[in-house]
């Protein structure tokens, strides 16, 4: 394949609405430097961080959550120099997308030319070299660097994990982002077989993969899911599902669980509800977020804290060979893909407005 060509891109012009994704039928394909690979991208996941980056919500200035509206039409007055999740300024244009999987087509001049060919998915968190441990110097895959809502991208080699499966595509694109947030949550609350887990917001990427994630460590899981979604979520594992708008839900799960307490909180939701989750941590329990969809701002009660011994963690750059353990996991088969629907690359927008409507189970895929 030539290096010099073109191809279909999604290229983010600047932080706002839809109007700043723009779909290019001409974009230069990208060339690998000497350490790196090149991809053909045979499918790329959809992230809330793609949405979240495009529209500014890390800064301190937003104080909502991911919302529908905010999604599409951006959000105004946001405070360009902390818009990231790492607090640095995204250079324009960029292509994102973390979520990739696909095959090696071309290779630098420092990479065996045998890995062309390899069937590959790509660990999004970009390390440095001389210092991979040093969550400091640690970029993301579609923000830092350019990513794979394209027909081709590149990374670093060791980015490119070879994927033996029978799984497609784009089945294989729904894993990266959310399965290996999910496995380093449970790693950094040191989830034991029969522990009791709650996890919030169960049906969406990362919750699904909290679910099997935390059944394969045998623990007992209680689901918090949308009403329409409980069935499925008890399909995938779970031991019991809430449905998170009923009447006297903290009542209704303590009933449930034998001393009414659980060990641990994995949580992505956040909004008022946090004060709850926290209620529901026995003495010496657990508390891990990587995320805030329902809002960062919580009410907060110190004493819950520390009358409890409880201990809470955040996880976002996740220590080196979590990724190697999921790619384990996947060719396995100890982990299933949830893929929700897949877009053509030219239906990037409506992809998202599915995405941020949140009536789905799982991933959305968009296919170059
Ligand atoms: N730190 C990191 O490295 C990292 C990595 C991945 C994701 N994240 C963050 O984690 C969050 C979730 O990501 P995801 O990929 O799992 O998202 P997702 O697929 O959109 O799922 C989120 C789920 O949360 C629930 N939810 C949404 N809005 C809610 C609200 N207002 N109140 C209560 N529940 C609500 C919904 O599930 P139900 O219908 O089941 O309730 C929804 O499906 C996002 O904020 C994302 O940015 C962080």
Known sequence: MALTG?????VLTGHGGFDKLVVHDDFPVPKPNSDEVLIEVGACGINNTDINT?????SKSVSSGTTTAGGADGIDDISEVDATW????????RIQGADVAGRIVAVGHGVSRKRVGERVIVDPWIRDRSDPENRNLAGYFGSERDGGFAQYTTVPEENAFVIKSNLSDAELATFPCSYSTAEHMLDRIGLQEREKILIPGASGGVGSALIQLAKRRKAKVLAITSKSKMDMMLDLGADHAFDRNQKGLEQNIREIIPGGEVNAVADIVGGTSFSMYLNLLC???????????????VEFDLRTLYLKDLEMH???????????????????????????????????????EAFLNKKHIGNFIILP
């Not at 073109?6 to 999604?10: D, S």
């Not at 999921?326 to 629907?341: C, D, F, M």
């Open 6 to 10: 073109f191809m279909k891109a999604v």
């Open 54 to 58: 495009r529209i500014g919500w890390y």
């Open 86 to 93: 790492g607090g640095n300024v995204v250079v324009f244009p």
């Open 314 to 352: 955040g996880a976002t750059v996740m220590q080196v060979g979590i990724f190697k353990k999921l790619v384990t996991y996947i060719e396995n088969g100890e982990i299933r893909p949830l893929l929700a629907k897949k877009f053509p690359i030219s239906q990037i927008k409506k992809a998202q």
């Open 283 to 297: 003495r010496g329990g657990r508390y891990v977020t990587s995320g805030a969809i329902a809002g960062p701002i």
